[in-house]
Protein backbone atom coordinates (compact mmCIF):
# COMPACT_ATOMS: atom_id res chain seq x y z
CA UNK A 1 0.00 0.00 0.00
CA UNK A 2 2.78 2.15 0.51
CA UNK A 3 4.04 1.86 -2.59
CA UNK A 4 0.86 2.82 -4.06
CA UNK A 5 0.79 6.09 -2.02
CA UNK A 6 4.10 6.75 -3.62
CA UNK A 7 3.30 5.62 -6.54
CA UNK A 8 0.17 8.80 -6.69
CA UNK A 9 2.14 11.39 -4.91
CA UNK A 10 4.84 11.09 -7.42
CA UNK A 11 1.82 11.55 -10.34
CA UNK A 12 0.15 14.26 -8.31
CA UNK A 13 3.82 15.96 -7.76
CA UNK A 14 4.52 15.93 -11.63
CA UNK A 15 0.70 17.13 -12.35
CA UNK A 16 2.08 20.01 -10.07
CA UNK A 17 4.60 20.80 -12.09
CA UNK A 18 2.56 20.72 -15.27
CA UNK A 19 0.44 23.11 -13.69
CA UNK A 20 2.98 25.66 -13.19
CA UNK A 21 4.10 25.65 -16.38
CA UNK A 22 0.62 25.78 -18.06
CA UNK A 23 0.01 28.79 -15.43
CA UNK A 24 2.14 31.08 -17.76
CA UNK A 25 -0.35 31.35 -20.26
CA UNK A 26 -1.09 35.39 -22.16
CA UNK A 27 -3.35 37.78 -21.30
CA UNK A 28 -6.09 38.78 -23.50
CA UNK A 29 -4.96 35.73 -26.08
CA UNK A 30 -7.07 35.98 -29.21
CA UNK A 31 -9.08 32.93 -30.02
CA UNK A 32 -10.75 31.12 -32.74
CA UNK A 33 -14.37 31.70 -34.67
CA UNK A 34 -14.62 28.12 -34.35
CA UNK A 35 -13.83 25.02 -32.08
CA UNK A 36 -10.75 25.22 -30.58
CA UNK A 37 -7.54 23.49 -32.47
CA UNK A 38 -5.90 20.41 -31.19
CA UNK A 39 -2.74 20.21 -30.00
CA UNK A 40 -0.20 17.50 -30.31
CA UNK A 41 1.84 16.53 -27.74
CA UNK A 42 5.25 18.18 -26.57
CA UNK A 43 4.07 21.73 -28.62
CA UNK A 44 2.01 24.85 -27.30
CA UNK A 45 0.21 26.79 -30.04
CA UNK A 46 -1.71 30.47 -30.28
CA UNK A 47 -3.78 32.33 -32.44
CA UNK A 48 -2.05 35.73 -32.83
CA UNK A 49 -3.05 37.57 -35.77
CA UNK A 50 -6.44 37.97 -37.76
CA UNK A 51 -8.23 39.96 -39.84
CA UNK A 52 -6.04 38.98 -43.00
CA UNK A 53 -7.05 38.61 -46.13
CA UNK A 54 -6.41 35.06 -48.01
CA UNK A 55 -2.91 35.03 -46.21
CA UNK A 56 -1.05 32.68 -48.03
CA UNK A 57 3.12 32.58 -48.09
CA UNK A 58 4.87 33.88 -45.01
CA UNK A 59 8.61 34.60 -44.45
CA UNK A 60 10.62 36.95 -41.70
CA UNK A 61 12.97 39.65 -42.93
CA UNK A 62 15.90 40.36 -41.12
CA UNK A 63 14.36 42.60 -38.32
CA UNK A 64 12.16 39.68 -37.36
CA UNK A 65 9.18 41.68 -39.55
CA UNK A 66 6.85 39.01 -40.67
CA UNK A 67 6.04 39.34 -44.02
CA UNK A 68 2.41 37.84 -45.46
CA UNK A 69 0.65 37.40 -48.69
CA UNK A 70 -2.54 38.33 -49.00
CA UNK A 71 -3.51 36.68 -52.05
CA UNK A 72 -5.44 39.56 -54.34
CA UNK A 73 -3.98 42.20 -51.98
CA UNK A 74 -0.62 42.13 -51.60
CA UNK A 75 2.36 42.07 -49.02
CA UNK A 76 1.69 42.75 -45.59
CA UNK A 77 4.61 43.24 -42.90
CA UNK A 78 3.52 42.46 -39.63
CA UNK A 79 5.25 43.19 -35.74
CA UNK A 80 4.96 41.51 -32.67
CA UNK A 81 5.00 42.07 -29.25
CA UNK A 82 6.69 39.19 -27.98
CA UNK A 83 6.37 38.46 -24.03
CA UNK A 84 7.55 34.78 -24.73
CA UNK A 85 6.81 31.24 -25.97
CA UNK A 86 3.70 31.71 -27.80
CA UNK A 87 2.98 35.28 -26.48
CA UNK A 88 3.04 37.19 -29.46
CA UNK A 89 0.53 39.51 -30.28
CA UNK A 90 0.89 42.11 -33.48
CA UNK A 91 2.27 45.43 -33.04
CA UNK A 92 2.11 46.89 -36.42
CA UNK A 93 0.79 46.25 -39.51
CA UNK A 94 1.51 47.68 -42.61
CA UNK A 95 1.02 47.52 -46.50
CA UNK A 96 4.25 46.79 -47.79
CA UNK A 97 3.47 45.76 -51.32
CA UNK A 98 0.02 46.45 -53.23
CA UNK A 99 -0.61 44.68 -55.89
CA UNK A 100 -3.54 42.28 -56.57
CA UNK A 101 -2.20 39.94 -58.94
CA UNK A 102 0.03 38.62 -56.11
CA UNK A 103 -1.23 35.21 -54.92
CA UNK A 104 1.25 33.02 -52.47
CA UNK A 105 4.82 32.91 -53.03
CA UNK A 106 7.38 34.92 -51.43
CA UNK A 107 11.30 34.91 -51.03
CA UNK A 108 14.19 37.38 -49.44
CA UNK A 109 17.55 37.06 -50.59
CA UNK A 110 20.37 35.82 -47.73
CA UNK A 111 21.49 39.63 -47.23
CA UNK A 112 17.32 40.37 -46.66
CA UNK A 113 17.94 43.23 -49.00
CA UNK A 114 15.92 41.82 -52.02
CA UNK A 115 12.10 40.60 -52.04
CA UNK A 116 10.80 38.25 -54.51
CA UNK A 117 7.23 37.31 -55.31
CA UNK A 118 4.93 35.79 -57.71
CA UNK A 119 1.96 35.85 -59.50
CA UNK A 120 0.14 33.55 -61.74
CA UNK A 121 1.62 35.00 -64.43
CA UNK A 122 5.38 36.58 -63.72
CA UNK A 123 8.16 36.32 -60.69
CA UNK A 124 9.10 39.89 -60.04
CA UNK A 125 12.14 41.65 -57.58
CA UNK A 126 12.27 44.39 -55.65
CA UNK A 127 14.84 46.39 -54.03
CA UNK A 128 13.79 46.03 -50.28
CA UNK A 129 15.31 48.02 -47.15
CA UNK A 130 16.57 45.26 -44.21
CA UNK A 131 14.95 47.67 -41.48
CA UNK A 132 11.43 47.13 -43.50
CA UNK A 133 10.36 50.39 -44.45
CA UNK A 134 9.50 49.46 -48.22
CA UNK A 135 10.60 48.34 -51.38
CA UNK A 136 11.75 49.93 -54.48
CA UNK A 137 12.53 49.32 -58.38
CA UNK A 138 10.33 46.36 -59.26
CA UNK A 139 11.74 43.53 -61.85
CA UNK A 140 10.19 40.90 -63.97
CA UNK A 141 12.65 38.06 -63.48
CA UNK A 142 10.83 35.12 -64.74
CA UNK A 143 7.60 35.19 -67.42
CA UNK A 144 4.68 33.55 -69.03
CA UNK A 145 3.42 30.88 -66.63
CA UNK A 146 0.11 31.81 -67.20
CA UNK A 147 -2.52 28.78 -67.37
CA UNK A 148 -5.85 27.74 -65.68
CA UNK A 149 -6.64 25.76 -62.57
CA UNK A 150 -3.84 25.91 -60.33
CA UNK A 151 -2.22 29.34 -60.22
CA UNK A 152 0.37 29.30 -57.20
CA UNK A 153 3.86 29.76 -57.95
CA UNK A 154 6.55 28.99 -55.15
CA UNK A 155 9.57 30.23 -54.83
CA UNK A 156 12.61 29.30 -53.21
CA UNK A 157 15.68 30.65 -53.24
CA UNK A 158 18.83 28.32 -52.44
CA UNK A 159 21.20 28.43 -49.66
CA UNK A 160 23.48 26.12 -51.46
CA UNK A 161 23.77 27.44 -54.99
CA UNK A 162 23.83 31.48 -55.27
CA UNK A 163 21.27 33.38 -56.62
CA UNK A 164 19.31 29.89 -57.50
CA UNK A 165 15.60 30.56 -57.87
CA UNK A 166 13.28 27.50 -57.69
CA UNK A 167 9.99 27.92 -59.47
CA UNK A 168 7.23 25.42 -59.30
CA UNK A 169 4.28 26.02 -61.40
CA UNK A 170 1.02 23.33 -61.53
CA UNK A 171 -0.81 21.81 -64.20
CA UNK A 172 -3.91 24.07 -65.89
CA UNK A 173 -6.33 21.20 -65.54
CA UNK A 174 -7.35 18.06 -62.94
CA UNK A 175 -5.93 15.98 -66.01
CA UNK A 176 -3.14 17.84 -68.21
CA UNK A 177 -2.20 15.82 -70.64
CA UNK A 178 -0.13 18.30 -72.12
CA UNK A 179 2.28 17.99 -69.47
CA UNK A 180 3.58 14.56 -70.77
CA UNK A 181 5.99 16.65 -72.95
CA UNK A 182 8.54 19.06 -71.04
CA UNK A 183 8.82 21.81 -72.95
CA UNK A 184 4.61 22.33 -71.89
CA UNK A 185 6.15 24.06 -68.91
CA UNK A 186 3.59 22.71 -66.69
CA UNK A 187 3.88 20.57 -63.50
CA UNK A 188 7.13 21.36 -63.17
CA UNK A 189 9.67 22.36 -61.09
CA UNK A 190 12.35 25.07 -62.76
CA UNK A 191 15.87 26.50 -61.43
CA UNK A 192 16.51 29.92 -62.58
CA UNK A 193 20.05 31.98 -61.89
CA UNK A 194 18.52 35.25 -61.67
CA UNK A 195 21.97 36.70 -60.93
CA UNK A 196 22.29 36.59 -64.71
CA UNK A 197 19.25 37.23 -66.48
CA UNK A 198 18.82 36.99 -70.75
CA UNK A 199 20.10 39.98 -72.60
CA UNK A 200 22.55 41.06 -69.93
CA UNK A 201 19.56 41.53 -67.61
CA UNK A 202 17.33 43.10 -69.88
CA UNK A 203 15.01 40.69 -70.39
CA UNK A 204 13.02 37.92 -68.01
CA UNK A 205 13.29 34.10 -68.30
CA UNK A 206 10.22 32.48 -69.96
CA UNK A 207 9.60 29.82 -67.76
CA UNK A 208 8.66 27.37 -70.98
CA UNK A 209 12.17 27.24 -72.47
CA UNK A 210 14.32 29.66 -69.64
CA UNK A 211 16.16 27.48 -66.52
CA UNK A 212 16.88 24.20 -65.26
CA UNK A 213 14.33 21.26 -64.89
CA UNK A 214 14.50 20.25 -61.63
CA UNK A 215 11.42 17.90 -61.60
CA UNK A 216 8.63 17.34 -64.12
CA UNK A 217 5.08 15.24 -64.30
CA UNK A 218 4.55 17.01 -60.65
CA UNK A 219 0.74 17.36 -60.67
CA UNK A 220 0.66 20.61 -58.30
CA UNK A 221 4.18 20.44 -56.28
CA UNK A 222 2.61 23.68 -54.01
CA UNK A 223 5.35 23.25 -51.37
CA UNK A 224 9.16 23.19 -51.45
CA UNK A 225 11.99 22.96 -49.46
CA UNK A 226 15.63 23.14 -49.12
CA UNK A 227 17.15 20.68 -46.13
CA UNK A 228 19.43 22.61 -44.32
CA UNK A 229 22.47 20.23 -43.77
CA UNK A 230 22.59 18.25 -47.40
CA UNK A 231 20.95 20.99 -49.45
CA UNK A 232 18.45 18.60 -50.83
CA UNK A 233 15.27 19.56 -52.77
CA UNK A 234 12.42 18.23 -51.24
CA UNK A 235 8.21 18.86 -52.76
CA UNK A 236 4.87 18.43 -51.68
CA UNK A 237 2.39 17.62 -54.31
CA UNK A 238 -1.13 17.71 -54.62
CA UNK A 239 -2.13 14.67 -56.70
CA UNK A 240 -5.06 14.06 -59.08
CA UNK A 241 -8.86 14.15 -57.70
CA UNK A 242 -11.84 11.84 -58.86
CA UNK A 243 -9.94 8.85 -60.63
CA UNK A 244 -10.63 5.56 -61.81
CA UNK A 245 -8.74 2.35 -61.86
CA UNK A 246 -10.03 -0.03 -64.72
CA UNK A 247 -13.61 1.88 -64.68
CA UNK A 248 -14.21 1.65 -60.66
CA UNK A 249 -13.94 5.17 -58.67
CA UNK A 250 -11.14 4.94 -56.02
CA UNK A 251 -11.15 8.56 -56.03
CA UNK A 252 -11.67 8.36 -52.05
CA UNK A 253 -8.36 6.88 -50.94
CA UNK A 254 -6.22 6.94 -54.31
CA UNK A 255 -4.12 8.50 -55.55
CA UNK A 256 -1.70 9.50 -52.32
CA UNK A 257 -0.28 13.09 -52.06
CA UNK A 258 3.46 12.67 -52.32
CA UNK A 259 6.91 13.87 -51.10
CA UNK A 260 9.14 13.99 -53.41
CA UNK A 261 13.10 14.48 -53.40
CA UNK A 262 14.72 16.58 -56.64
CA UNK A 263 18.77 15.60 -55.80
CA UNK A 264 21.01 18.83 -54.82
CA UNK A 265 21.63 21.67 -56.20
CA UNK A 266 25.35 23.34 -57.19
CA UNK A 267 26.57 26.52 -58.51
CA UNK A 268 26.16 25.25 -62.16
CA UNK A 269 23.02 23.26 -61.90
CA UNK A 270 25.21 20.61 -63.58
CA UNK A 271 24.92 17.96 -61.24
CA UNK A 272 22.64 15.17 -61.58
CA UNK A 273 22.62 13.61 -58.23
CA UNK A 274 19.10 12.08 -57.02
CA UNK A 275 16.60 12.73 -59.20
CA UNK A 276 17.26 15.92 -60.44
CA UNK A 277 15.30 16.77 -63.75
CA UNK A 278 13.48 13.38 -63.04
CA UNK A 279 10.26 12.62 -64.53
CA UNK A 280 7.54 11.75 -61.34
CA UNK A 281 4.59 10.03 -63.52
CA UNK A 282 2.05 12.95 -63.80
CA UNK A 283 -0.61 12.25 -65.70
CA UNK A 284 0.26 8.66 -66.42
CA UNK A 285 1.48 7.47 -63.39
CA UNK A 286 0.19 7.64 -59.36
CA UNK A 287 1.02 7.03 -55.79
CA UNK A 288 -1.08 4.37 -54.07
CA UNK A 289 -2.44 4.90 -50.71
CA UNK A 290 -5.34 3.08 -50.17
CA UNK A 291 -4.59 -0.30 -50.98
CA UNK A 292 -8.14 -1.35 -52.54
CA UNK A 293 -7.55 -1.36 -55.95
CA UNK A 294 -8.87 -3.63 -58.96
CA UNK A 295 -5.35 -5.81 -59.66
CA UNK A 296 -3.42 -4.52 -56.81
CA UNK A 297 -0.82 -7.37 -57.14
CA UNK A 298 1.83 -6.78 -55.03
CA UNK A 299 1.68 -2.83 -54.83
CA UNK A 300 1.77 -1.21 -51.83
CA UNK A 301 1.77 2.03 -50.06
CA UNK A 302 4.06 4.39 -52.45
CA UNK A 303 3.79 2.07 -55.70
CA UNK A 304 3.67 3.59 -58.83
CA UNK A 305 0.39 2.68 -60.50
CA UNK A 306 -1.83 2.89 -63.85
CA UNK A 307 -5.21 4.10 -64.11
CA UNK A 308 -5.73 1.88 -66.83
CA UNK A 309 -3.19 -0.81 -67.35
CA UNK A 310 -2.09 -2.10 -70.78
CA UNK A 311 0.67 -3.06 -72.75
CA UNK A 312 2.43 0.45 -73.51
CA UNK A 313 1.40 1.98 -69.97
CA UNK A 314 1.29 -0.40 -66.96
CA UNK A 315 1.89 -0.73 -63.19
CA UNK A 316 5.55 -2.30 -64.33
CA UNK A 317 6.35 0.40 -66.92
CA UNK A 318 5.34 3.45 -64.27
CA UNK A 319 8.03 1.61 -61.45
CA UNK A 320 10.12 1.45 -63.93
CA UNK A 321 10.01 4.63 -66.13
CA UNK A 322 9.13 7.34 -62.89
CA UNK A 323 10.27 8.57 -60.25
CA UNK A 324 8.27 7.53 -56.50
CA UNK A 325 7.44 9.32 -53.93
CA UNK A 326 10.00 9.59 -50.84
CA UNK A 327 6.44 9.12 -48.92
CA UNK A 328 2.89 8.97 -49.86
CA UNK A 329 0.42 11.30 -47.71
CA UNK A 330 -3.65 9.89 -47.52
CA UNK A 331 -5.19 10.97 -50.47
CA UNK A 332 -6.55 14.73 -51.01
CA UNK A 333 -4.92 16.67 -47.59
CA UNK A 334 -3.39 19.22 -50.16
CA UNK A 335 0.07 20.17 -48.69
CA UNK A 336 1.02 23.69 -49.54
CA UNK A 337 4.14 24.28 -47.72
CA UNK A 338 7.09 22.33 -46.33
CA UNK A 339 10.18 23.81 -44.48
CA UNK A 340 12.48 22.20 -42.10
CA UNK A 341 13.86 22.90 -38.72
CA UNK A 342 17.42 24.49 -38.48
CA UNK A 343 18.85 21.41 -37.90
CA UNK A 344 17.03 19.23 -40.95
CA UNK A 345 15.48 16.79 -38.41
CA UNK A 346 11.70 17.88 -38.90
CA UNK A 347 10.28 18.79 -41.65
CA UNK A 348 7.08 20.27 -40.97
CA UNK A 349 4.26 20.18 -43.72
CA UNK A 350 0.77 22.35 -43.64
CA UNK A 351 -2.29 20.77 -45.40
CA UNK A 352 -5.10 22.42 -46.58
CA UNK A 353 -7.80 19.89 -46.99
CA UNK A 354 -10.04 18.21 -48.75
CA UNK A 355 -13.06 19.35 -51.23
CA UNK A 356 -13.85 16.25 -52.59
CA UNK A 357 -13.86 13.29 -50.56
CA UNK A 358 -17.02 12.49 -48.68
CA UNK A 359 -14.77 12.00 -45.13
CA UNK A 360 -12.91 15.50 -44.82
CA UNK A 361 -9.30 14.75 -44.55
CA UNK A 362 -6.37 17.58 -43.59
CA UNK A 363 -7.10 20.66 -42.28
CA UNK A 364 -3.54 20.55 -39.98
CA UNK A 365 0.04 21.18 -39.80
CA UNK A 366 2.33 17.77 -39.36
CA UNK A 367 5.44 16.93 -38.75
CA UNK A 368 7.90 14.46 -40.42
CA UNK A 369 11.08 13.01 -38.77
CA UNK A 370 14.13 13.50 -40.58
CA UNK A 371 17.99 12.20 -40.22
CA UNK A 372 20.75 12.03 -42.92
CA UNK A 373 18.93 14.63 -45.18
CA UNK A 374 15.85 11.82 -45.72
CA UNK A 375 12.91 11.15 -44.16
CA UNK A 376 13.28 8.70 -41.10
CA UNK A 377 10.02 6.34 -41.97
CA UNK A 378 9.88 4.53 -45.33
CA UNK A 379 8.68 4.84 -48.40
CA UNK A 380 5.73 2.40 -47.74
CA UNK A 381 4.75 4.53 -44.14
CA UNK A 382 1.06 5.78 -43.32
CA UNK A 383 2.41 7.15 -39.97
CA UNK A 384 5.66 9.10 -41.57
CA UNK A 385 3.23 12.80 -40.33
CA UNK A 386 2.70 13.75 -37.02
CA UNK A 387 -0.16 15.59 -36.26
CA UNK A 388 1.31 18.82 -33.88
CA UNK A 389 -2.22 21.67 -34.72
CA UNK A 390 -5.36 19.92 -36.24
CA UNK A 391 -9.06 21.13 -36.21
CA UNK A 392 -11.19 19.59 -32.99
CA UNK A 393 -14.20 19.04 -35.52
CA UNK A 394 -13.49 18.03 -39.25
CA UNK A 395 -17.10 18.29 -40.26
CA UNK A 396 -17.70 22.00 -40.03
CA UNK A 397 -14.76 22.22 -42.50
CA UNK A 398 -14.09 23.98 -44.81
CA UNK A 399 -16.41 26.43 -43.74
CA UNK A 400 -15.88 27.02 -39.76
CA UNK A 401 -12.22 25.69 -39.66
CA UNK A 402 -8.69 26.97 -40.05
CA UNK A 403 -6.97 25.65 -43.23
CA UNK A 404 -3.11 25.49 -43.22
CA UNK A 405 -1.13 27.29 -46.28
CA UNK A 406 2.27 29.12 -45.36
CA UNK A 407 4.89 28.11 -43.12
CA UNK A 408 7.80 30.24 -41.17
CA UNK A 409 10.31 29.86 -38.52
CA UNK A 410 11.85 32.52 -36.91
CA UNK A 411 15.13 32.18 -35.04
CA UNK A 412 13.70 30.66 -31.98
CA UNK A 413 12.53 27.59 -33.49
CA UNK A 414 8.77 28.74 -33.29
CA UNK A 415 6.50 27.69 -36.24
CA UNK A 416 4.12 30.47 -37.86
CA UNK A 417 0.97 28.90 -39.66
CA UNK A 418 -1.33 31.05 -42.15
CA UNK A 419 -4.63 30.37 -42.85
CA UNK A 420 -6.11 31.94 -46.03
CA UNK A 421 -9.65 30.68 -45.12
CA UNK A 422 -10.19 32.45 -42.04
CA UNK A 423 -7.62 35.03 -42.43
CA UNK A 424 -5.08 33.77 -39.06
CA UNK A 425 -1.71 33.34 -38.34
CA UNK A 426 -0.76 31.08 -35.67
CA UNK A 427 2.30 30.25 -34.11
CA UNK A 428 3.30 27.06 -32.25
CA UNK A 429 6.55 26.60 -30.18
CA UNK A 430 8.23 22.98 -29.14
CA UNK A 431 9.74 21.89 -26.03
CA UNK A 432 7.09 24.45 -23.99
CA UNK A 433 4.21 23.23 -21.87
CA UNK A 434 2.03 21.01 -22.91
CA UNK A 435 -0.49 19.37 -20.61
CA UNK A 436 -1.52 16.42 -22.52
CA UNK A 437 -0.50 13.85 -24.43
CA UNK A 438 -1.88 12.41 -27.71
CA UNK A 439 -1.02 13.18 -31.33
CA UNK A 440 -3.57 16.23 -32.04
CA UNK A 441 -5.79 13.70 -33.50
CA UNK A 442 -8.72 15.61 -35.43
CA UNK A 443 -10.95 13.54 -33.30
CA UNK A 444 -9.45 14.25 -29.93
CA UNK A 445 -11.24 16.70 -27.57
CA UNK A 446 -9.56 20.46 -27.12
CA UNK A 447 -8.89 21.40 -23.83
CA UNK A 448 -9.89 24.93 -23.73
CA UNK A 449 -9.40 27.55 -20.14
CA UNK A 450 -12.57 30.01 -19.62
CA UNK A 451 -9.75 32.70 -19.77
CA UNK A 452 -7.16 31.71 -22.02
CA UNK A 453 -6.91 31.67 -25.79
CA UNK A 454 -4.07 29.18 -25.62
CA UNK A 455 -4.59 25.21 -26.24
CA UNK A 456 -3.78 22.89 -23.36
CA UNK A 457 -4.22 25.89 -20.73
CA UNK A 458 -3.68 25.46 -17.27
CA UNK A 459 -7.29 24.92 -15.95
CA UNK A 460 -7.52 21.85 -18.83
CA UNK A 461 -3.86 20.56 -17.23
CA UNK A 462 -4.83 20.91 -13.97
CA UNK A 463 -8.51 18.95 -14.68
CA UNK A 464 -6.50 16.39 -16.35
CA UNK A 465 -3.68 15.72 -14.25
CA UNK A 466 -5.88 15.83 -11.22
CA UNK A 467 -8.23 12.78 -12.94
CA UNK A 468 -5.30 11.30 -13.80
CA UNK A 469 -4.14 11.10 -10.29
CA UNK A 470 -7.53 10.18 -9.59
CA UNK A 471 -7.47 7.55 -11.81
CA UNK A 472 -4.17 5.76 -10.62
CA UNK A 473 -5.48 5.89 -7.32
CA UNK A 474 -8.90 4.12 -8.22
CA UNK A 475 -6.92 1.61 -9.60
CA UNK A 476 -3.96 1.10 -7.53
CA UNK A 477 -7.17 0.73 -4.73
CA UNK A 478 -9.04 -1.99 -6.67
CA UNK A 479 -5.81 -3.99 -7.31
CA UNK A 480 -4.84 -4.04 -3.57
CA UNK A 481 -8.55 -4.50 -2.03
Same mark, same amino acid.
Not at 25 to 45: D, E, I, R
Not at 107 to 127: C, F, H, I, M, N
Not at 161 to 179: H, I
Given at each position: ???????????????????????????????? =?????? #???????????????????????? *?????????????????????????????????? #?????????? *?????? @?????????????????????????????????SNSDHV???????????????????? =??????????????????????????????????????????????????VGVAEE????? #?????? =??????????????????? *???????????? %???????????????????????????????????????????????????????? @?????????????????????????????????????????????????????????????????????????????????????????????????? *????????????????? %??? =????????????????????????? #???LLGGML????
Open positions: MGFIIKAALAALLHASLTYAQAAATCANALKP =SYSAPV #VGAGYTAQLIATGLKKPRGILFDR *EGGLLVVQQGTGIQRLTFTDSGGTCLAVKDSKTL #VADSGLNHGI *ELSPDG @RTLYASSADKVYSWAYDAAGTGVSGRRTLVQNMSRTLLLSRRAEGVLLVSRGS =SENMDMETRQVGSGRSQIRAFNVTDLPNGGRDAFDYGSGGTVLGWGLRNSPLTGG #VFSVEN =SADQIRRQGKDIHQDDPGE *EMNFHGFLNGSL %SSKEGNQGGNFGYPDCFALWGTDVPDKGDMVVGSQFALDPNDQLNDKTCADKYVAP @RLTFQAHMAPLDIKFNSNGTEAYVAFHGSWNRNDPVGYKLSVVSFANGQPVEPPTSTTAAKDILSNADLSACPGKCFRPVGLAIDDKGRIFMSSDSTG *EIYVLQKGDMTALGGGG %SAT =STPNVGPRSGRYRTAEGAWMAAGAA #VLGMVAI
